[in-house]
T-cell receptor, first 113, second 113 residues
Framework: NAGVTQTPKFQVLKTGQSMTLQCAQD?????MSWYRQDPGMGLRLIHY???????DQGEVPNGYNVSRSTTEDFPLRLLSAAPSQTSVYFC????????????FGPGTRLTVL | SQELEQSPQSLIVQEGKNLTINCTSS?????LYWYKQKYGEGLIFLMM?????EEKSHEKITAKLDEKKQQSSLHITASQPSHAGIYLC?????????????FGTGTRLTVIP
């Protein structure tokens, strides 16, 4: 199994540009989540999904959109990039059963100029 | 809302020394997860604790959850340079233990050879 994969690994955008961060998992996990990691602030939840066709907002959803058309894929869209969105983004997935490990992708380092 | 506080924020130790990282919650912890993150990489799962008083060990790392289930500690014995990284505690948002996790701000560990 590849686990949770993310592309790209690095990205530089100009303010106002849009882009999609890709995330895929091959473990048939129901739960998928997007986090951002900023210095001194830990991981903060952006959006999450409990299954195909179902998404919901996390703690910091503004400026981001998600969709979940398949169990495997959970892309994160930045509609109009802002410097405040400079961060490291992690995708995660988990089985919808009690008390089990949440698996993380390798991360995407995004810089918005 | 529930928060996780980690202490210390950063730690520098000489190789071979023991160290402890703490994770404290204002409310009862349903599931407590320890992850390690190497610089610039994704999160690696270490251990999960669920029951009050529970203790788990893996190689030279021991994690404990106190009886009241509001504090966890991570203890490393005879630290090595390979232990360097950021240690994050995460917790389940509810009793189902089957939702996404929320995280503390992390502890940055440096081990000097």
């Amino acid at each position: 199994n590849a686990g949770v994969t993310q592309t790209p690994k690095f990205q530089v955008l100009k303010t106002g540009q849009s882009m999609t961060l890709q995330c895929a998992q091959d473990m048939n996990h129901e739960y998928m989540s997007w986090y951002r990691q900023d210095p001194g602030m830990g991981l903060r939840l952006i959006h999450y999904s409990v299954g195909a066709g179902i998404t919901d907002q996390g703690e910091v959803p503004n400026g981001y959109n998600v969709s979940r058309s398949t169990t495997e894929d959970f892309p994160l869209r930045l509609l109009s990039a802002a410097p405040s969105q400079t961060s490291v983004y992690f995708c995660a997935s988990r089985l919808a059963v009690s008390y089990n490990e949440q698996f993380f992708g390798p991360g995407t380092r995004l810089t918005v100029l | 809302s529930q928060e996780l506080e980690q202490s210390p924020q950063s730690l520098i130790v000489q190789e071979g020394k023991n160290l402890t990282i703490n994770c404290t919650s204002s409310k009862t912890l349903y599931g407590l997860y320890w992850y390690k993150q190497k610089y610039g990489e994704g999160l690696i799962f270490l251990m999960m604790l669920q029951k009050g008083g529970e203790e788990k060990s893996h190689e030279k790392i021991t994690a404990k959850l106190d009886e009241k289930k509001q504090q966890s500690s991570l203890h490393i014995t005879a630290s090595q340079p390979s232990h360097a990284g950021i240690y994050l505690c995460g917790a389940d948002r509810d009793q189902t233990g089957a939702n996404n996790l929320f995280f503390g701000t992390g502890t940055r560990l440096t081990v000097i050879p």
